[in-house]
């Protein structure tokens, strides 16, 4: 059984769209953890959300944490073409456990 | 920079041969996790250590996958008679080790096997 399920798997978009992607599980967390990995590279934290509802702004990026704390999504405004990359979403329960991730591509 | 090291960063070789990968965690990390990833996947866990103790191995580390980080620094992961199936980046990451729950996690650029 998978423990997270995010969606899309993929996602192609032009420059200057709004996206959202989803982390989902029928588990409870204590936190949740967001990368983003680059081709050839390893993921790295963009941000942690820990309490139920929680909101947290990077930039551009917006991060949500469900009231039950089992789902988690991702906003971007306004894509760029830097914004592309493997978006995971991950909780931490000794190590992390990743979902699939979301392939996205964002063209100029 | 002081980030994760991992060599090398790529590996070619032939199916039935050994191969030896490293990693440099951040000196004053205690955990240190190994992770493989396949194309379009989420990295997929392998096994951690906190300092020298392996401290959990996925079922994914077959009898055929050792790691080992004798002086709980530096690891290493060997790979005995590889197999077409083991292709794939092998991406090693570190924390502090002071939680039990939410420890920011470090990644190395990750070593890309190919079995041929």
């Known amino acids: 059984t998978q423990l997270l399920e995010q969606s899309p798997q993929f996602l192609s978009i032009q420059e200057g769209e709004n996206l959202t992607v989803y982390c989902n599980s029928s588990?409870?967390?204590?936190?949740l953890q967001w990368y983003r990995q680059e081709p050839g590279e390893g993921p790295v934290l963009l941000v942690t959300?820990?309490?139920?509802?929680e909101v947290k702004k990077l930039k551009r990026l917006t991060f949500q944490f469900g009231d039950a704390r089992k789902d988690s999504s991702l906003h971007i405004t306004a894509a760029q073409p830097g914004d592309t990359g493997l978006y995971l979403c991950?909780?931490?329960?000794?190590?992390?456990?990743f979902g699939q991730g979301t392939e996205l591509s964002v063209k100029p | 920079d002081t980030g994760v090291s991992q060599n090398p960063r790529h590996k070619i070789t032939k199916r039935g041969q050994n191969v030896t990968f490293r990693c440099d965690p951040i000196?004053?990390?205690?955990?240190l996790y190994w992770y493989r990833q396949t194309l379009g996947q989420g990295p997929e866990f392998l096994t951690y250590?906190?300092?020298?103790?392996?401290?959990?191995k996925s079922r994914l580390l077959s009898d055929r996958f050792s790691a080992e980080r004798p002086k709980g620094s530096f690891s290493t992961l060997e790979i005995q008679r590889t197999e077409q199936g083991d292709s794939a980046m092998y991406l090693c990451?570190?924390?502090?080790?002071?939680?039990?729950?939410?420890?920011?996690?470090?990644f190395g650029s990750g070593t890309q096997l190919s079995v041929l």
């Open positions: 990451a570190s924390s502090l080790g002071t939680r039990v729950d939410n420890e920011k996690l470090f």
């Open positions: 588990s409870v967390f204590s936190s």
């Open positions: 959300v820990v309490t139920g509802g």
């Open positions: 991950a909780p931490f329960r000794g190590k992390l456990i």
């Open positions: 000196s004053e990390h205690n955990r």
């Open positions: 250590f906190q300092n020298e103790a392996q401290l959990e």
